[in-house]
C-alpha cells in the first residue's frame, strides 16, 4: 500500500525561527514529490521534486528529494507569521495517481 | 485567469436531501479529481476522472456519484447525503493524470464546506 508520513505532525516555533518538514514515502513506480501550503482555503502549489539531490529554493523556502532514502523536507528559514499553516507532502506515481501525506500544521508565534 | 471553481461555498443540509456540488476549470484540464478533508485523516480521494465519459473510484466513493459529461465541468452528487459526509470537499485539475515527466501540480478549487444534519 502506498504512503506518505509527514512528521512533525505539528509544530509551534517563533518568528525567526528556521524549520525543517520531513516526509517519507513509500510509493510504486514514484513519479514526483510535490509540497503544498495550505491556509483557510485549497492548498497552494509550493514546489515538484522529481530528482535526487537538486534543492529548490523559493525566497526563503526550500525543498530537496532523496530518492534513495524516500524522503523529502522543506526548510523555512527566518519564519514569519504568515508561513502559519498545513504544509501537505504529495507523492504522484502508484495505482491512484496520488498518495497525500496528512499534513504539518505549522504554527508561528510573534 | 486560470481557475478551478466551486459551488457552492458553504452548504448546510439536511440528511437525505440530494445534493450536486459543481466543479468547473477552464484550463482545458483532462484530470479533475474531488477530496474531502478530515480532521486527523488528511486529504482522501472520492473520485477522480481522466477525461471525458472516464471516471474512477477514489480511496472514499461511497455515498457519492460523480459524471464528466463534459471537460470543464466535474459535479460531485451526494444523492442521500448522511451527517459523516459533513466535511470540506475540493475539487483539483491537472493537465493530465500523469506524463512522463511527472507532472501533476494540481490546482484546486476554493472548497466547499457541507454539513449535513
Known amino acids: 500500500e502506498d504512503k506518505v508520513v509527514q512528521s512533525p505532525l505539528s509544530l509551534v516555533v517563533h518568528e525567526g525561527d528556521t524549520v525543517t518538514l520531513n516526509c517519507s514515502y513509500e510509493?510504486?513506480?514514484?513519479?514526483?514529490l510535490l509540497w503544498y501550503k495550505q491556509e483557510k482555503k485549497a492548498p497552494t502549489f509550493l514546489f515538484m521534486l522529481?530528482?535526487?539531490?537538486i534543492e529548490k529554493k523559493s525566497g526563503r523556502l526550500s525543498s530537496i528529494l532523496d530518492k534513495k532514502e524516500l524522503f523529502s523536507i522543506l526548510n523555512i528559514t527566518a519564519t514569519q507569521t504568515g508561513d502559519s499553516a498545513i504544509y501537505l507532502c504529495v507523492t504522484g506515481g502508484g495505482a491512484d495517481g496520488l498518495t497525500f501525506g496528512k499534513g504539518t500544521h505549522l504554527i508561528i508565534q510573534p | 485567469e486560470a481557475q478551478v471553481t466551486q459551488n457552492p461555498r458553504y452548504l448546510i443540509t439536511v440528511t437525505g436531501k440530494k445534493l450536486t456540488v459543481t466543479c468547473s476549470q477552464n484550463m482545458n484540464h483532462e484530470y479533475m479529481s474531488w477530496y474531502r478533508q478530515d480532521p486527523g485523516l488528511g486529504l482522501r480521494q472520492i473520485y477522480y476522472?481522466?477525461?471525458?465519459?472516464?471516471?474512477d473510484k477514489g480511496d472514499v466513493p461511497e455515498g457519492y456519484k460523480v459524471s464528466r459529461k463534459e471537460k470543464r465541468n466535474f459535479p460531485l452528487i451526494l444523492e442521500s447525503p448522511s451527517p459523516n459526509q459533513t466535511s470540506l470537499y475540493f475539487c483539483?485539475?491537472?493537465?493530465?493524470?500523469?506524463?512522463?515527466?511527472?507532472?501533476?501540480?494540481?490546482?484546486f478549487g476554493p472548497g466547499t464546506r457541507l454539513t449535513v444534519t
Open positions: 483539483a485539475s491537472s493537465l493530465r493524470a500523469w506524463e512522463a515527466s511527472g507532472n501533476y501540480e494540481q490546482y
Open positions: 510509493v510504486t513506480n514514484f513519479r514526483s
Open positions: 522529481t530528482s535526487s539531490g
Open positions: 476522472s481522466m477525461n471525458v465519459e472516464v471516471t
